[in-house]
């Protein structure tokens, strides 16, 4: 039988291992950058409570960097890639972002709420905070995105949502003076999207 902390650190070492293997092959073949979405719950520094951030989850990002130096390369660093709050909300289940939902213990009621009201803006303000006394510095980071493809989230885009972008990558670019701040947004190969 295996305890529950020994089966998290084998997960661990079995992640980090594919992502050495992944990174070598990659600059052996003149690659030089990676994109780590730390949203992802193997890197997420904030899976069980909103605003609570993981250390262990931190020294993980830090594995990955040492990892990036180690083989040449530099690494973008997407914060978020959620969508939703709930399964009512959306069917994608590798979108959702619980922990922020009142049902969870969080401060809000809709994904909508992130971005329109204080209480959701201070998670991301919160959250930059925390990678910039934790990450700031560090060259190997090439940049932070905030997002990827924001516009796939379920808002509306209306002045709210443009309007949280503005404040968020000046946010994000006062935090790391020294690193491109960027934002990303889903394809326009559809005519639907185009039209939204």
Do not use: C
Not at 147 to 158: I, K
Request: aromatic fraction near 12%; glycine fraction near 8%.
């Amino acid at each position: 039988m295996i305890a529950p902390g020994a089966a998290a650190r084998e997960g661990e070492a079995q992640g980090l291992a594919e992502m050495e293997g992944w990174m070598k092959a990659l600059s052996e073949n003149g690659g030089n950058y990676v994109r780590i979405w730390l949203s992802n719950p193997f890197w997420d520094v904030e899976p069980d409570q909103a605003g609570v951030y993981d250390e262990a989850k931190a020294r993980r990002i830090d594995k990955v960097l040492a990892l990036a130096r180690k083989y040449g390369l530099r690494v973008k660093m997407t914060i978020e890639h959620f969508r939703a709050l709930t399964p009512q909300e959306s069917s994608q289940s590798w979108a959702l972002k619980p922990v922020y939902h009142t049902s969870h213990g969080g401060p809000l009621d809709s994904v909508t709420q992130y971005i329109t009201t204080a209480a959701g803006q201070s998670l991301m303000l919160k959250k930059l905070d925390y990678y910039q006394k934790r990450f700031g510095d560090d060259p190997v980071i090439f940049g932070w995105e905030l997002w990827n493809e924001m516009n796939a989230m379920r808002v509306p885009r209306d002045s709210a949502f443009f309007g949280w972008n503005r404040k968020m990558l000046a946010e994000l670019k006062q935090r790391f003076p020294k690193n491109l701040a960027m934002q990303s947004l889903g394809s326009f190969d559809d005519v639907r999207i185009r039209e939204t």
